[in-house]
Structure formats: structure tokens, C-alpha cells
């Protein structure tokens, strides 16, 4: 088909679009979160930027204002249960992503003031005692009609202490002692913790905070909820200096409180007169962040998405005013957009919003079904006699073999009757269930983390650069200079970079991982025969030499005889996952614009553009398919080729290389027909560039209003 | 008032207004591009409407808001969930184009046909409301027409107050001309008032209240009956946008008088 005869884009994605991608189309509630979000972000919150609340440290009543703007919008209850006053039935992580992906659209800083207060009462809801969330959840709800008491803000108080900023969880100074304990009754704690770069601490009213034994009565570590009442002392501390993300309120807090011993996050039991805690602080990091992650890595993805309509408006306007550029002439009505690479560069940061959104948003939609496998697995190892700790790992990694005999049968196309009912059998089997879906949420919420910030963030540069010096600037439209500095910092909270590729160098090669990713490397070979434009040939390849590189890595040794894959050697493992992490947010954003192929035509109110918007995000996954391909590729041989020894034959004849390395012949065809694949890949650029050049947009940013 | 009102308000959604509007000849008569593909947002003057409506509401005891919508179904649905949290209402969904290409008259009786089905409606308590005009087509006479068809003499334009007294008498601000208002005393409903601003603010989200109205509202859409409005007789020969024209001259030291007097000339002609 030539470009003369396809469909092109008429107007920018809307909500129709989105919800289909992201499926949520049959969520009203969902929807009218979204709705009521993005009308605080777009209006109090793009005000409060515009006049410059962001620049102070300090906590302002600007920015007190927008909490009370989000608790009569519904966002300070979206989280919480009904039971508790909030009003939405069941889990809530993806609900939390489209809220954080709306505030992040204007100011991120404003969602993590929205996400600090989920985070602090998170561990309450992971871990907390029943009586512990009654007070704390009920409490964090705005007033209900006829009640009269004030809302509860909360802080988490992990990272400690002054000067470094986020330092090893598993190292903390915080101590808690015992202050007095009269026989008969329950025991009085002193907590002693030094918070650093603790968000909300402007506004908290309790803190979760993470706190070692200092005390032989007291078994290990521990959560412990403090409150700003509690007798000792509370001091918020100063405000971080930070640089961005400046309409959360974020400081370095003192606490030496003395609390009750039932305020430790999920209860305590006495043993031989030592207090043991029901969970250490680890059990329940664990169980937060698993939960928490990927929330954040939405807010930069949504700041790819935020800078289209600017740059564009940008890029059409540029010339108009000038002398001599008159109505009509092609500088006045396309302005930069008639130059390719404008156009290139905004498609490459298009793709890599839209990659990110469709894999963070996978990644929630999978942890919403996660509670409940979680519990049916619990409660399956229960009736084994299996509850939790040391027993239960031993007892998961003793139906690996089942687990993976499960994907495998699933697998299979064709299966015989006594196949089918061993895959009923697996089926059925909530521990299966469970170990499956973990394998898979132990990579995606890390890929996503990792992938959306990191790459995010130097995608955001690009979009400023298009911006030319208006992007560094504060009034430049959608704030670009802003998301830029902020989405660092999305990098970096709840487990920075570095710990997202330690978690992945782990997840990424567990045996029922690596099966789930082979079975999607066949599905994007059916795809690739049914849309063969949409780049699902070229990542499938990406996918197998990414593949065959880790199988071969995890046996190769270095020249010295030492390990090339093992725990130590990040110049290897870690690089691999960023690798793995480029092919995942391609493949979501492949299947999630498969499902827009599917179900678009059914929405009336896409029915007229439906296929240009296809065939634009065809384009877009070719484009997007192409890069990561190249990026895994350029990655793999590095690792697979940089820790041999160059054999001295290759350096004086060249046409020697093949045989000195002919064991890596599989790689090398692997990686040509990874670069075969990339046929055509620059004309879908190209295609997508005219879309680009001629999409519809509105008159004007809709923020502030 | 013991018994309260039966409020009806008539609105619908206009594409947001922030959105480039391009009229363009479709094989069905005028049309804007990509009307579909746009966002929509509340008619802002219905919007007055309906938030007067849920002060009435709130204030009478027993009253209670139906909201009248005509427009294309899918779209009805998406502006549904930005003004669902807003007040409470049931939802009456009209399937049909809310172009800014229709005739009024059409529109008027599809209207009026709706509300006549509405099964729990009294009409000798009705208070049939909606805007004095129209951010899409200001043809300014739909609530008058809708009120004819309901067999409603009382009507008032231009509004922006209603008072309820403790008798139930209505008394209603009516806009004439020179900033003045037109103060009329009517017994009791049923009447019919085309809001113009009103005097209340967009009230605040109540997710409450949204969960609420979504319950009947997604059933509301799903049994909202189809029409076709041909407008027969009715031929749109063209349509543009308003000329924009900007003339820049750079002065000095010009008196503020002189500069009033040269731009009330430049607008005389």
C-alpha cells in the first residue's frame, strides 16, 4: 500500500483509545476517576505550577490546597477499601496508575503527594492487624456527610539517614527499645529513627516507619506506626532541598516517640518474655514495594505521552510572526514539522511513552490479580501445613518442576486426553497459579520500574531538546523542563535503578520465566503472519538472540576461568536486563495495540479514524520493535563477544574472525536475521512522520485552566 | 413544598471547546472534522442548568433531577464520566446527533417525546430546565419549544436565580436588557426556565455521588432509544468559522480616550 492510499492519523489518542489499550473500557468507576483526576491536574494543579509554587522547599499552603483538592475529588479514597470509607470494591493498584498517570501529565510531584499517603498506609494494608487498618484506613478517608474530625495524612519513613539519601533497606539505625513493660501488661516501645527524604512529612499526621531491635527483649526489626501525638519528640525536620518534584513535601524528620507495643505493623507475640514481631520490616517492604513500584514508573511514561501535543503546537507555530513568513506558505502552516528529523525524534519519544504506559499498566493489571492468588496459595500451603518463611520457599521451589510442566502443557497445541487432564490438574492448583504469575510479576514490575525511568527520563530530554531553549524554560507549555528533572527522581524512588537490575539479574532466569517468554516469542511469530506491519517479526528474533545470550552467558567463563554469569558480575547480568527490559515494553506495547485492532472498530466513537489510529500504531510498534531489537542486539553482542580473549589471529586477518569464534556462529545468524528483520522499519518512520505531520490538535493546551 | 419538584433538565455535550472546530461538507450536510474523534465536554449552559437544578433539589425536600441527553450514545457515555461525580440525577439517553446541524425544532420534540415516557415523572410538579443557548448551535429557543410540547405557558429566558418559598412559590431573574433583571412571581410548577449563567459554581466531585448516578446511568445508555434527525426542509448552504482578523499598529503616548475612540470607529466601520 502506498503512503498516498493509508489512513492516517485524524486526531491524538483520547479516552476511547486508552481504555481500550488499557482495558478498562468496562470500568466506569475507573473511568470516572480518571475523569474527576484529571480535572484537579489540568486546573488547581497546572495553576498551582504556573504561579510557581514550585519553587520552595518549604510546605506552602499552595500545595496543602491541592491535598484537599484531591480529597473532594475522590483521589485521597480511590485506594481505600469501602469497608473504610473509600468506593471502589477490590484491588486497586492499576486504578492507582491511571490516577498517578493523570497527575503526572501536569506535575509529578502532585502524584507523589497522592501516592505517599497510599505508600504510608500500605504496609497497614499488606500486613496490618484488623484493628490497625479500621483506625488507620478510616482515618485517612476526607470526613464522610455528618462526621466532624479531620483527615489523617501519612508518611513512610524507610530511607535514613542524613547525610545519604535512600540508602540499603536492609541496613537501618532506627532502633526500638523497650521503655517499660509492667507484668500483665502490654509493653510500652521507644522508638528512636532519623527519616531522610521522607515525602508528606510536611503534612503527616503518622508515620510508618522502619525501626532495628536495639533492645534483647525485642527479636529482630520491625514497622511501626507512629503518631504525631504520641509523648516525645516529633519533629518534621528540615525540607530537603531537593530538585524536583517540588509540590510534595519532603523532609529529614527526628522521631524519639514512645508508643504502644501494638503499634507494630501486623501485631507481636511473646516468646520466653522476648517480643517477637508477626513480620520484620523486610517481610513488609517486601510486600509494599512489590505492590508500589510501578505506579511511580507510570508518572514518566505519561510525560512522554504529555509532550506530543506541545512539541507539535511547537514545532507548527515556530515561524509565525517572523517577517516575511505569510499565511499559506508551508513554513507558516508546518513551521519545523517540515523537517524529518522533528518529526523522527517526536515518533521515537511517542513509541517509547506508549511502550512504557503498555507495559507499567500490564504489570498493575497483573498485581490487581495477584492479592487473590496470593491468598489462595497461602491458604492451599496452609492445609499442608506450610504457613510462611523458610518452609513455604522450600515448599514453592519443590513444585517448580510442576509449575513448568504446567506452561509447557499449556503450551502445546494439541493434547492428548491424559495431557489434558494433568493440565486441568495443574490447572486448578492455586500454588501453580501463584508461582506463575509471581515469575512473571518479579520481571515485569522491575522492567517496568527500571525501564520506564531510566529510559524515560532520557527520552524527556529529547523532548525538551525539540523545545529548543523554551523547553528550559518555566513557562514552557506542559512544563516539559519540569517532567524532565522529576522523572530522575522517579528513577530513583522505591528502589533506584540499580536495584531493579539486581532483582531482574535473578527473576529473569528462573526456568517458568524464561518459558512464558519463549511462549510469547511464538505469539509474535502468529502475529507477525497476521500483521506482518507491525515489527512482531523483528522483535520475536530480538527476543531469541536475547535468549540465546543468556543461556550461553550462564555457562560461559572468562578467560581467567571465572563465571561470567553470577551474582557479582554486573557488568554482565545487569546489562542483560536492561536489555530484557527494552524487548518486554515492546512486546506489551505490541499486544496492547493488537487489542486496539480487535476492539476499536466496536467503539462507535472510533469508528471514523479507527484505522488510521491503526495504522499509525502499527507504525509506532515497528518503530518502537526496531529500536529495541537494535538496543538488545548491540547489548547481547557486547556481553556474548566482550569477555572472550581476542584470538591474536583476528587481529592480522580479519577474514579469520569467523573461525575463531565459530561457537558463536549461532549467535551471529541469529543476530543477521535480527537485522534482516529491520526491513521496511524506517519507512513505517516515515509513514508515521506524514501521520505526525498532519494529525489534528486541539487550539490550545487544556492546562492550566 | 411537602411533595417537591420533579426537575428535568435538557442537555447535552458540545465538543470541547478548546479543540479545533473545522466544518466540513460530510455526505450527510455539514459537519466538523473528526467530530466523533473529539473530546466533549457538558453544553456550559445546560451545565448552569444542571447544577441549578441539584440546588433546587437539595433544597426541596423530595425533588428529584432527571437529566434529558441527546447525543451519540458513545459519547454520551465518556462525558457521563466527568459529570456523573458532579450532582446527583437519573440519566433519560437520546441516541442521536448532537451536531451543531440540527434543527431545533427536531430536537425539541425528541425531547419533549422522552420526558413525556419518563414513567415516575409528575408533570404537575415538573420544573423542565436546560440552557438559554447553545455552545454548538445558538438557535436559543429548544427549552421554549420542548416546553410548548409539554403544554408549558409559563416559560422564562435568560434566567439566572429561582427562589422557592417556603409556600412554594417561584420567584425567577430573568436577563433584559441594560444589566437588568426582569423579576416574575410564578404560583407553583409547572414551568419551564432556559438557564443563562446562574449564579452557583461547578460544584466539587463527590465520588459518592458518582457511584450513585453511574448505577443507572449505564442502564439509562444502554436502552437509550435511536433517533434520526433528517431536518427536512432544512438546507445548510455553507458554513465557515468566524473571520479572525488581527491589524497590529505600535503608538505612543496615544491618551486611553483616543485609543477608545479609534476602536469604537475601526468596530462602526
Redesign the interface.
Given at each position: 500500500m502506498s503512503n498516498e492510499d493509508a489512513a492516517l492519523l485524524?486526531?491524538l489518542p483520547?479516552?476511547?483509545v486508552r481504555q481500550i489499550m488499557w482495558r478498562f473500557a468496562d470500568r466506569?468507576?475507573y473511568?470516572?476517576?480518571?475523569?474527576?483526576t484529571r480535572?484537579v491536574a489540568r486546573g488547581p494543579v497546572a495553576r498551582a505550577v504556573a504561579k510557581g509554587a514550585r519553587n520552595s522547599h518549604e510546605w506552602t499552603e499552595d500545595k496543602a490546597d491541592l491535598l484537599r483538592e484531591f480529597d473532594?475529588?475522590?483521589i485521597t479514597?480511590?485506594p481505600v477499601d469501602p469497608e473504610y470509607g473509600g468506593?471502589?470494591e477490590g484491588p486497586k493498584n492499576f486504578l492507582m496508575g491511571l490516577i498517578a498517570f493523570e497527575l503526572a501529565w501536569v506535575d509529578a510531584g502532585a502524584g507523589t503527594s497522592s501516592m505517599a499517603n497510599t505508600l504510608a498506609l500500605a504496609p497497614i494494608h499488606e500486613r496490618g492487624t484488623p484493628e490497625q487498618k479500621q483506625t488507620y484506613m478510616t482515618r485517612s478517608v476526607p470526613p464522610q456527610p455528618g462526621e466532624n474530625r479531620t483527615i489523617w495524612r501519612g508518611a513512610f519513613a524507610l530511607t535514613e539517614s542524613i547525610p545519604y539519601v535512600g540508602v540499603d533497606t536492609g541496613v537501618l539505625s532506627g532502633r526500638v527499645r523497650v521503655a517499660e513493660w509492667v507484668d500483665g501488661e502490654a509493653p510500652v516501645l521507644h522508638v528512636d529513627k532519623r527519616g531522610r527524604f521522607i515525602t508528606n512529612m510536611g503534612s503527616a499526621n503518622f508515620v510508618t516507619a522502619a525501626v532495628d531491635s536495639g533492645d534483647p527483649r525485642i527479636k529482630g526489626s520491625c514497622m511501626v506506626i507512629l503518631e504525631e501525638t504520641d509523648p516525645g519528640t516529633w519533629d518534621r525536620g528540615t525540607p530537603t532541598k531537593k530538585l524536583a518534584h517540588q509540590l510534595s513535601s519532603t523532609r529529614d524528620p527526628v522521631f524519639s516517640l514512645r508508643v504502644p507495643a501494638d503499634r507494630i505493623v501486623g501485631g507481636y507475640t511473646v516468646k520466653d518474655g522476648v517480643i517477637v514481631p508477626n513480620y520484620s520490616h523486610a517481610d513488609v517492604i517486601e510486600a509494599v514495594f512489590t505492590r508500589t513500584r510501578a505506579a511511580p514508573a507510570i508518572m514518566t511514561s505519561a510525560k512522554l505521552l504529555s509532550a506530543i501535543e506541545p512539541v507539535i503546537r511547537y514545532h507548527r507555530r515556530r515561524f509565525r510572526g517572523a517577517a516575511g513568513i505569510t499565511e499559506g506558505t508551508p513554513r507558516f502552516d508546518m513551521g519545523l514539522q517540515q523537517k524529518e528529523d522533528a518529526l523522527h525524534r517526536l515518533l521515537d519519544v511517542w513509541a517509547a511513552g506508549e511502550a512504557g504506559t503498555s507495559l507499567g499498566f500490564m504489570a498493575l493489571r497483573l498485581l490487581d490479580s495477584y492479592d487473590a492468588i496470593e491468598q489462595a496459595k497461602s491458604a492451599a500451603l496452609a492445609q499442608l501445613g506450610v504457613a510462611g518463611g523458610r518452609a513455604e520457599f522450600k515448599a514453592l521451589r519443590a513444585r517448580e518442576g510442576a509449575a513448568s510442566e504446567y506452561l509447557a502443557l499449556s503450551a502445546k497445541e494439541t493434547l492428548s486426553a491424559v495431557e489434558s487432564a494433568r493440565l486441568a490438574e495443574l490447572e486448578a492448583d492455586p500454588v501453580i497459579k501463584f508461582m506463575v504469575t509471581e515469575s512473571l510479576s518479579s520481571v515485569l514490575i522491575p522492567a517496568t520500574k527500571l525501564w520506564n525511568t531510566g529510559h524515560g527520563v532520557n527520552m524527556m530530554r529529547e523532548a525538551v531538546s525539540m523545545m529548543g531553549g523554551y523547553g528550559i524554560t518555566e513557562d514552557c507549555p506542559g512544563f516539559l523542563g519540569t517532567k524532565w528533572i522529576d522523572g530522575q527522581l522517579e528513577a530513583t524512588y522505591e528502589g533506584p535503578e540499580v536495584v531493579q537490575r539486581r532483582q531482574l539479574s535473578v527473576t529473569m532466569s528462573r526456568t517458568i520465566f524464561l518459558q512464558q517468554f519463549q511462549q510469547w516469542i511464538a505469539h509474535l511469530r502468529v502475529v507477525a503472519q497476521e500483521h506482518p506491519a507491525m515489527g512482531a517479526s523483528t522483535l520475536a528474533n530480538a527476543m531469541e538472540l536475547w535468549l540465546w545470550s543468556r543461556e550461553y552467558l550462564s555457562t560461559a567463563k572468562d578467560p581467567f576461568g571465572k563465571d561470567v554469569y553470577s551474582s557479582q558480575r554486573h557488568g554482565a547480568t545487569y546489562p542483560l536486563a536492561d536489555a530484557l527490559s527494552w524487548l518486554v515494553a515492546s512486546y506489551h506495547l505490541t499486544i496492547d495495540v493488537l487489542q486496539l485492532a480487535q476492539h476499536g472498530p466496536e467503539?462507535?466513537?472510533?469508528?471514523?479514524?479507527i484505522d488510521g489510529l491503526v495504522n499509525f500504531y502499527n507504525d509506532l510498534c515497528t518503530i518502537h520493535s526496531a529500536t529495541a531489537a537494535g538496543e538488545a542486539t548491540r547489548i547481547c553482542a557486547e556481553l556474548v563477544f566482550g569477555y572472550r580473549a581476542a584470538p591474536d589471529a583476528t587481529r592480522d586477518d580479519p577474514t579469520k574472525v569467523v573461525d575463531a569464534f565459530i561457537e558463536l556462529a549461532p549467535f551471529v545468524a541469529l543476530r543477521t536475521r535480527v537485522e534482516a528483520s529491520l526491513a521496511g522499519s524506517k519507512l513505517a518512520k516515515d509513514r508515521a512522520a506524514d501521520a505526525l505531520a498532519q494529525v489534528?490538535?486541539?487550539?490550545?493546551?487544556?492546562y492550566p485552566v | 413544598m411537602s411533595t417537591g419538584f420533579h426537575v428535568v433538565v435538557c442537555g447535552s455535550l458540545v465538543p470541547?471547546l478548546?479543540?479545533?472546530l473545522?466544518p466540513v461538507q460530510g455526505p450527510a450536510g455539514p459537519a466538523l472534522?473528526?467530530e466523533?474523534?473529539?473530546?466533549s465536554v457538558l453544553d456550559p449552559w445546560a451545565a448552569h442548568a444542571l447544577f441549578e437544578a441539584a440546588h433546587v433539589a437539595a433544597t426541596v425536600p423530595g425533588s428529584k433531577v432527571w437529566l434529558v441527553s441527546l447525543g451519540?450514545?458513545?459519547?454520551l457515555?465518556?462525558l457521563m464520566?466527568?459529570i456523573?461525580?458532579k450532582v446527583p440525577f437519573e440519566l433519560v439517553a437520546i441516541d442521536a446527533s448532537a451536531s451543531g446541524f440540527t434543527d431545533p425544532v427536531e430536537v425539541a420534540a425528541a425531547l419533549a417525546g422522552a420526558i413525556e415516557k419518563i414513567p415516575t415523572l409528575d408533570r404537575s410538579r415538573l420544573l423542565l430546565f436546560g440552557g438559554c443557548a447553545s455552545a454548538s448551535r445558538d438557535a436559543g429557543v429548544t427549552v421554549a419549544l420542548v416546553g410548548e410540547r409539554l403544554g408549558i405557558t409559563d416559560q422564562f429566558l435568560a434566567a439566572d436565580e429561582l427562589t422557592v418559598s417556603a409556600e412554594g412559590t417561584l420567584t425567577i431573574l430573568e436577563r433584559v436588557e441594560g444589566g437588568k433583571y426582569l423579576v416574575s412571581e410564578v404560583s407553583g410548577p409547572p414551568c419551564a426556565i432556559a438557564w443563562a449563567t446562574g449564579n452557583l459554581p461547578e460544584p466539587?466531585?463527590?465520588?459518592?455521588v458518582?457511584?450513585l448516578n453511574?448505577r443507572t446511568?449505564?442502564p439509562a445508555l444502554q436502552k437509550a432509544a435511536a433517533v434520526q434527525l433528517a431536518s427536512p426542509g432544512t438546507t445548510f448552504h455553507s458554513v465557515e468559522l468566524p473571520k479572525q482578523e488581527r491589524r497590529t499598529r505600535i503608538v505612543k503616548d496615544v491618551p486611553i480616550d483616543e485609543m477608545a475612540r479609534e476602536i469604537a470607529d475601526w468596530i462602526k466601520g
Open positions: 485524524s486526531t483520547g479516552d476511547d466506569f468507576d473511568q470516572m476517576v480518571v475523569q474527576s480535572a473532594a475529588a475522590g479514597a480511590a468506593f471502589i467503539s462507535p466513537a472510533l469508528a471514523e479514524g489534528m490538535i486541539p487550539e490550545v493546551l487544556d | 470541547d478548546l479543540q479545533t473545522e472534522k473528526n466523533l474523534m473529539l473530546p451519540p450514545k458513545a459519547k457515555q465518556q464520566m466527568s456523573a461525580p466539587p466531585n463527590n465520588p459518592q458518582g457511584m453511574m446511568m449505564m
